[in-house]
């Protein structure tokens, strides 16, 4: 007497279709995070020609030991507001480039960033790449 049944199930599982699904799901994920990603940040890049949109009227530079300069010209940090209103006075489009070396305290950046916000003077942060 033979009991067995006539519709055996195999007990072995194909990958190849969860892999379709996992390949699939891989590449949906790679083109759609370009799109999400440059929104993430709001970064003014160079031109392809080299130019940029700004034009960099000033350039301060805060050095490790706290040392102001406008330019290459050593300004100590009590006038240096009056000495960027004096340069930039009648500039279109004002433009600071802003030069802080890593040890600089946050502080001394942020206080030149007040300076510009408050007399409306665009500023650029410049940084090393790495």
């Given at each position: 007497?033979?009991?067995?049944?006539?519709?055996?199930?195999?007990?072995?599982?194909?990958?190849?279709?969860?892999?379709?699904?996992?390949?699939?799901?891989?590449?949906?994920?790679?083109?759609?995070?370009?799109?999400i990603t440059p929104e993430a940040?709001?970064?003014?890049?160079?031109?392809?020609?080299?130019?940029?949109?700004?034009?960099?009227?000033?350039?301060?530079?805060?050095?490790?030991?706290?040392?102001?300069?406008?330019?290459?010209?050593?300004?100590?940090?009590?006038?240096?507001?009056?000495?960027?209103?004096?340069?930039?006075?009648?500039?279109e489009e004002p433009t600071i480039?802003?030069?802080?070396?890593?040890?600089?305290?946050?502080?001394?950046?942020?206080?030149?960033?007040?300076?510009?916000?408050?007399?409306?003077?665009?500023?650029?942060?410049?940084?090393?790449?790495?």
């Amino acid at each position: 007497m033979n009991l067995r049944g006539r519709n055996k199930v195999s007990p072995e599982f194909s990958m190849s279709s969860m892999t379709d699904i996992v390949f699939l799901l891989l590449v949906f994920f790679m083109l759609t995070s370009p799109v999400i990603t440059p929104e993430a940040l709001d970064l003014i890049l160079p031109k392809a020609k080299g130019k940029t949109t700004n034009k960099q009227n000033l350039a301060v530079s805060i050095t490790k030991e706290l040392e102001v300069y406008i330019n290459d010209e050593r300004i100590s940090k009590n006038n240096l507001e009056l000495e960027l209103q004096k340069r930039l006075r009648g500039v279109e489009e004002p433009t600071i480039i802003l030069r802080a070396e890593e040890s600089v305290p946050i502080q001394d950046a942020v206080n030149v960033m007040d300076i510009a916000k408050r007399n409306e003077y665009k500023i650029v942060l410049a940084v090393k790449p790495q």
